[in-house]
T-cell receptor, first 109, second 116 residues
């Protein structure tokens, strides 16, 4: 059974700190991994995609993938109040994306 | 990124009526579109995969006669909730991706359905 697990939070971090969001998945054959941000009442927007082991950096965001441990994470540096949202981890093998329930991040000014 | 537009953004209807939601890919052709549903504080759950020119593929537990999907062109897919009931109240989101292979999904703005 495909599952994507995330801590629901809320994760509270002070402004300027690093926020670390984690995700584990059960389908070892998964090949594509995505992080989406969803503001309340809005649809998800893509933050990062990662396909191979290691780190991928884009501005203040860094995605980390460890396929052996079936683990993917998202780091947000210099967190801002505008980063406060729910972050959804999504995983794909050969079928449409499977989403985790999301982690709610709250950045405190 | 690619733009996916969804309409209406909000709809309120009476129990027993039908509601149609449109999903358009604005700057690309989408052979396949995906319809998700999200209840409050829950994750996105895939309802069905909409295929241009053929029947949609529904996920287990989703009634195909209740949630009618039509994908008549490469830029438009519609979801019709027939005989809507209060338990159908949810946030419906369509999505599409560039190309035919796996990859990131681009989402429409979502449609919040409230059935009275």
């Amino acid at each position: 059974q495909k599952e994507v697990e995330q801590n629901s939070g809320p994760l509270s971090v002070p402004e300027g700190a690093i926020a670390s969001l984690n995700c584990t998945y059960s389908d070892r054959g998964s090949q594509s991994f995505f992080w989406y941000r969803q503001y309340s009442g809005k649809s998800p927007e893509l933050i990062m995609s990662i396909y191979s082991n290691g780190d991928k950096e884009d501005g203040r965001f860094t995605a980390q993938l460890n396929k052996a441990s079936q683990y993917v994470s998202l780091l947000i540096r210099d967190s801002q109040p505008s980063d406060s949202a729910t972050y959804l981890c999504a995983v794909e093998r050969n079928t449409p994306l499977v989403f985790g329930k999301g982690t709610r991040l709250s950045v405190i000014a | 990124g690619a733009v996916v537009s969804q309409h209406p953004s909000r709809v309120i209807c009476k129990s027993g009526t039908s509601v149609k939601i449109e999903c358009r890919s604005l700057d690309f052709q989408a052979t396949t579109m995906f319809w998700y549903r999200q209840f409050p504080k829950q994750s996105l759950m895939l309802m069905a995969t909409s295929n241009e020119g053929s029947k949609a593929t529904y996920e287990q537990g989703v009634e195909k006669d209740k949630f009618l999907i039509n994908h008549a062109s490469l830029t438009l897919s519609t979801l019709t909730v027939t005989s809507a009931h209060p338990e159908d109240s949810s946030f419906y989101i369509c999505s599409a991706r560039l190309g035919l292979g796996p990859g990131e999904l681009f989402f429409g703005e979502g449609s919040r359905l409230t059935v009275l």
